[in-house]
T-cell receptor
Framework: DGGITQSPKYLFRKEGQNVTLSCEQN?????MYWYRQDPGQGLRLIYY???????QKGDIAEGYSVSREKKESFPLTVTSAQKNPTAFYLC??????????????FGQGTRLTVV | AQKITQTQPGMFVQEKEAVTLDCTYD???????LFWYKQPSSGEMIFLIY??????QNATEGRYSLNFQKARKSANLVISASQLGDSAMYFC?????????????FGKGITLSVRP
């Protein structure tokens, strides 16, 4: 079955460490997105990418980095520069070939806790 | 400035009644798409309904309909005949094209509780 997979579901990190969240999709979607969700803040856009080897900063990119070496993969690294990384992270993808009405598909999310 | 505004505090509705969840948006693009998603306590994001900026009619999907008022830049979700399973967080989102990229922005969400 086609879908979008995030791993791990739960992640614990010590302060000062970088950590990478995985996002893989087999939907042949062009665009991929990373969001951060905090209580009362909704989904805030971190990074997004339309094509391989190209990505754009979202509204809260500081302290994060991404890569898009393959169409199906869009990993997110939370660096030690991110001051408050504890949050729920969601990855999404869209078949973005010119049609506006295609919805985003989401992974199940990764809950990151800094200990 | 916020692109998507959802200002209602937690909403409550009696089972079997209708409820409207408000959403206003801000864009200068003539072409954009508006989406509503549902997020139950499990955390998954469930797509509900889509409205295109050029669509002449309001979108409907089963018990969900979208009250689209383009001049006012509002896209309110109407849920008819509420069910207990409708209790969840609801997000409004807007898709805009930025050059070769497609940006998808969400609002802060509204918590809906359905009372038996």
């Amino acid at each position: 079955d086609g879908g979008i997979t995030q791993s791990p579901k739960y992640l614990f990190r010590k302060e000062g460490q970088n950590v990478t969240l995985s996002c893989e999709q087999n939907l042949n979607h062009d665009a991929m997105y990373w969001y951060r969700q905090d209580p009362g803040q909704g989904l805030r856009l971190i990074y997004y990418s339309q094509i391989v080897n190209d990505f754009q900063k979202g509204d809260i990119a500081e302290g994060y980095s991404v890569s898009r070496e393959k169409k199906e993969s869009f990993p997110l690294t939370v660096t030690s520069a991110q001051k408050n990384p504890t949050a729920f992270y969601l990855c999404a993808s869209i078949l973005a070939t010119g049609q506006m009405n295609t919805e985003a598909f989401f992974g199940q999310g990764t809950r990151l806790t800094v200990v | 400035a916020q692109k998507i505004t959802q200002t209602q505090p937690g909403m409550f509705v009696q089972e079997k009644e209708a409820v409207t969840l408000d959403c206003t948006y801000d864009t200068s693009d003539p072409s954009y798409g508006l989406f509503w998603y549902k997020q139950p306590s499990s955390g998954e994001m469930i797509f509900l309904i889509y409205q295109g900026s050029y669509d002449q009619q309001n979108a409907t999907e089963g018990r969900y309909s979208l009250n689209f008022q383009k001049a006012r830049k509002s896209a309110n979700l109407v849920i008819s005949a509420s069910q207990l399973g409708d209790s969840a967080m609801y997000f409004c989102a807007m898709r805009e094209i930025r050059g070769a990229n497609s940006k998808l922005t969400f609002g802060k969400g509204i918590t809906l509780s359905v009372r038996p």
